[in-house]
């Protein structure tokens, strides 16, 4: 195996046991409840419970992405100890970590001239960009050098497919993503906002579905129409939710009825406190690898 770190933001929003078991590093992002500022670390300095409680009981939230000179400083941690660096960031057509992750690249590779740095705009989010990075670390367990990890991860990051939904609109309102009117009418007819992740990383509407109960079959149906091989899928698939554990649920039991060659059994994770932060609770996401988005 290559000596070379695998590493991600914490916005990959996978456990802090699975990042460990997995041997891939991440960096936190920040976020505000009201005005107090805690590490987007995975759960650890307060519970998802407690957070989603928190914004349903109407504390503000604003999110700050890693900056250049946290950044620098993590990056040469790893490059002091003889070591190259592979790092996907959270896609920049939602944050500016890239730009930062680039920038702290750069400085540090006139320092480590003899260091190979690679930083690869992940164009995904939450569990997709989790899921991302356990196939890398399966090609890095596999035996592929960072240049070849490298390589694929910047020809297929297109590939990760996204599709979610939010039961509450109020937060995507808040954000800028539905209009005040759209939500207002779409809360009166119960309609539910079903939304994928562009080709440019950012987040795109798609259609507007009646009741969370079809908008959960919606989203199965995109599965279908969007994964490798369709129904005959049988690669790996992660299911993201914000305090909605009970409707992910319902989208297992949705995709396991119509993908029975499904690669392990789905990955079921909460959505952090940075992607959380803007969509509030209610949301729920399944990723899974197929068609290039258009």
Known sequence: ??????????????????????????????????????ADDLGQSMSFEDFYKAMENGAMTRTSQVN????????????????????????????????????????????????????????????????????????????????????????????????????????????????????????MLNICPLMTVAPDGSLKPVQKVRTKKKVLEALANKMEENAENGSAYDGKCYVGHSACEEDAKVLIGHIENRFPQLKGKILLCNIGTTIGSHTGPGTVVVCFWGKERV
């Open 68 to 187: 250049v000179a946290e950044y620098e400083e993590y990056f040469e941690g790893f490059l002091k100890e003889g070591k190259d660096i592979l790092h996907l960031t959270l896609s920049s057509g939602i944050s500016g970590a890239y730009n930062s992750a680039m920038v702290a690249k750069n400085m540090l590779e006139e320092k480590y001239p003899d260091r190979k740095i690679y930083v690869v705009d992940s164009i995904s989010a939450a569990c997709g960009y989790g899921l991302m990075m356990d196939t890398l670390a399966d090609m890095r367990d596999a035996g592929k050098s960072i240049d070849e990890v490298h390589q694929w991860a910047e020809e297929n990051k297109n590939r990760m497919q996204h599709w979610f939904t939010a039961t509450d609109l109020t937060y995507l309102i808040r954000g800028g993503r539905v209009s005040k009117a759209s939500g207002f009418v779409g809360t």
């Open 1 to 38: 195996m290559e000596n070379f770190i695998l590493s991600c933001c914490s916005t990959a929003d996978l456990s802090k046991e699975h990042f460990e078991k997995r041997n891939i590093n991440y960096v936190c992002f920040h976020y505000f409840l009201d005005d107090k500022q805690y």
